[in-house]
Structure formats: C-alpha cells, structure tokens
C-alpha cells in the first residue's frame, strides 16, 4: 500500500478480509496495472460489487469521469491529500448502505424501481410479493435466508402463520425464473429456509492485478489498497456492457 494512501494514518484499520461489501470498501490503487489487467478488473467486479470500490491513481479526469459512470464507488488521482481520501472512503462507505436501483447477479437482473427480474435480459413478470421475496434473497446471495426471516421481512409479521404461504410463493416464483432460463437459481435449505445460489464470478485467474487489501474505521467502514497506472479507458456508456480498454 503506497504511503500516500495508506488510510491507517487516519484510524482505519486493516481488514485481510478478501471480498468487498457492506461492511468494507476496498481500494485499488493502480500502479503497474496494463490493458489486459484492467480488462481482469472489469470482468472480476460485477456493477453491484463495484460501488464498494475506490479506485486510486487515475489522472485523466475523463477516466475518472469514466469509472464512476460504469459504477465504482470513488476514483481519484494519485496527488490527492490523504485527509480528502479518507473523507472520500468515508463518504463512500456511506453510500454502499444505500439501497441501489439494481442488482445483478449473472443473468438475473433485479431493477427496484420497476419491481422486477428479468432473466438474460427477458423480463420474468412478478407480483409485488415474489419480487419482494426475490430482493430479500438477494440482499444475501448463496446464504441461507430462514422462514421466520422471509416472514418477517416480506410479510411483516412477527409469527410463521399456520399455512404453506412462502411455499406456494416460492413455487411460482421458481416456475417463472425457471421460464426465463434461471432454473435452480433459488434453493432449499436443508435447514428449511432458501438461498438465491449465484455462481462464483471469479473462476478465472486474476494475474497481474493488485493485491486485495482492506482495513476498517471502528464503527464507520473499511477500506484497502496497491497498485498505480494509466492505460486509456473507454467505454460504451448505452449499453452498460460494450467496454474497450487500450
């Protein structure tokens, strides 16, 4: 981690913990990275992954212009004060407790504003409830989320009725994802709740990429860092997908 930007100055702590989320924002500083690197970069952190992201090291501001359009968190140049990059890491730990407009997990897309999935782009048309039973399944992808939770978070009710209710919910909720190709998308678990299970995005290598650091501010967020450089970034701001990198 660059002196520079090594944010334990400020009272954050080290976290060595190795996926970016709520509970930490990470931070990437660019150094040494090329074009296939930062094509990994790209690939590596999906839209919902990269808010929790501060990118570091990035001069031209039309790049960094670039990266908050396709959804990192924060990127700024490498002469940035410390005080200002913790108060920018700071701000941004704030925001990743928002709740975003979309998420996406593979081919399942949720949009929240539209209170609807859609599945390899085709829209799987859901009632209030399924999509409400969907989101709170995604809030923690590939863990077991309970009945008494779905009841209380979905249906607001402090007691798990006497009826098959979720059951029957589920059930149709399974038939129309499995109707836009994401069958087996929602599990049962053994000890009867359901998980949203989404394939692991990280299959490939990620060679020449920086170091996965993160350190945490006691009760305020986390951050980490490595790495600084400058290929020329574009990208295909309409379609959210077609990104070029030189």
Same mark, same amino acid.
């Given at each position: 981690m660059p002196t520079g930007f090594d944010l334990r100055r400020c009272g954050w702590l080290l976290d060595d913990g190795q996926e970016p989320d709520t509970d930490c924002v990470s931070m990437i500083d660019t150094q040494g990275l090329d074009s296939v690197a930062?094509?990994? !970069?790209l690939a590596a952190y999906s839209p919902e992954? +990269? =808010?929790? &992201? !501060?990118? $570091?090291? &990035? +001069? =031209? #501001?039309?790049? +960094? #212009? $670039?990266l908050l359009q396709i959804g990192f968190g924060d990127a700024v140049s490498d002469e940035i004060d410390i005080e200002e990059l913790g108060a920018r890491v700071g701000r941004t730990v704030e925001t990743t407790h928002w709740l975003p407009r979309q998420r996406r997990f593979g081919a399942l897309e949720l949009d929240l504003l539209a209170r609807e999935a859609y599945g390899h782009g085709r829209p799987v048309n859901l009632n209030p409830r399924e999509f409400a039973l969907l989101w709170r399944l995604a809030d923690n992808p590939n863990e077991a989320v309970s009945k008494e939770t779905l009841i209380q978070d979905v249906w607001r009710m402090g007691f798990v009725p006497e009826t098959n209710s979720i059951a029957v919910h589920m059930s149709r909720l399974r038939r129309k994802l499995a109707f836009a190709g994401l069958e087996g998308i929602i599990e049962t678990a053994s000890q009867g709740g359901y998980r949203l299970q989404i394939a692991n995005g990280r299959d490939a290598p990620l060679t020449s990429m920086p170091a996965t650091m993160r350190v945490s501010r006691p009760a305020a967020g986390r951050t980490s860092g490595n790495g600084r450089a400058e290929p020329s970034l574009s990208v295909d701001l309409k379609s959210q997908r077609g990104l070029r990198v030189y």
């Open positions: 930062w094509m990994k !970069v992954v +990269r =808010r929790f &992201i !501060v990118v $570091t090291g &990035i +001069r =031209r #501001a039309h790049e +960094r #212009a $670039t």
